[in-house]
């Protein structure tokens, strides 16, 4: 059974501190994703990364796939208030089914 | 355009009850999966549509639970026999394609309440 571990399971910052999430498995992926989840809504795709060692950024989110494709961590810089919300990694397991992790809750405090 | 709505967004019901609840997708998105997510839980796969057909319905956790998409659009999973621990919140998605770049928009959810 594929699983992905996620950690921390709760992140509770002040505004402007900076935060690193992980997402760990042992198997490889042939894609991984990031989404938040907002109560009462489904999640929101940011970013996909596919390569091993990629490397992508989005503003002050930044998300790095490992080179093996087995973990993946995002980093933002200087969180705000709006970045409050579930964080989720989904590897791709084939061309269509995912497998999501544990998540991450985070909470921004102004 | 409008994005994946989900019907009902709560429903209650008892132990035993069938219940039916309704995904409508992104129009012209051939792929379709149904999720659950329980509470503090990333979405758990249950079951993956590409056009009609149930290409992969592997996460179902038993044969209570089944799912159909007769005009490759609207999808219904279907509950029999509820138990409390089907309680949860049940999620659908809708993709343009499949393969790396697969990008999966969510509806609401159903949260789904078994007394």
């Known amino acids: 059974t594929q699983l992905l571990e996620q950690s921390p399971q709760f992140l509770s910052i002040q505004e402007g501190e900076n935060l690193t999430v992980y997402c760990n498995s042992s198997?490889?992926?042939?894609?991984l994703q990031w989404y938040r989840q907002e109560p009462g809504e489904g999640p929101v795709l940011l970013v996909t990364?596919?390569?091993?060692?990629e490397v992508k950024k989005l503003k002050r989110l930044t998300f790095q796939f490992g080179d093996a494709r087995k973990d993946s961590s995002l980093h933002i810089t200087a969180a705000q208030p709006g970045d409050t919300g579930l964080y989720l990694c989904?590897?791709?397991?084939?061309?269509?089914?995912?497998?999501f992790g544990t998540g991450t809750r985070l909470k921004v405090l102004a | 355009g409008a994005g994946v709505s989900q019907t009902p967004s709560n429903k209650v019901t008892e132990k035993g009850k069938y219940v039916e609840l309704r995904c409508d997708p992104i129009?012209?998105?051939?792929?379709l999966y149904w999720y659950r997510q329980s509470l503090g839980q990333g979405p758990e796969f249950l079951i993956y549509?590409?056009?009609?057909?149930?290409?992969?319905d592997s996460g179902l956790p038993n044969d209570r639970f089944f799912a159909v998409r007769p005009e490759g659009s609207v999808s219904t999973l279907k509950i029999q026999r509820t138990e409390r621990g089907d309680s949860a919140v049940y999620l659908c998605?809708?993709?343009?394609?499949?393969?790396?770049?697969?990008?999966?928009?969510f509806g609401p959810g159903t949260r789904l309440t078994v007394l």
């Open positions: 989904a590897g791709a397991s084939g061309t269509y089914k995912y497998i």
């Open positions: 990364v596919v390569t091993g060692g």
């Open positions: 998605a809708s993709s343009i394609y499949v393969g790396q770049e697969n990008e999966q928009f």
């Open positions: 129009s012209g998105h051939t792929a």
């Open positions: 549509f590409q056009g009609t057909g149930a290409a992969d």
């Open positions: 198997s490889v992926f042939s894609s």
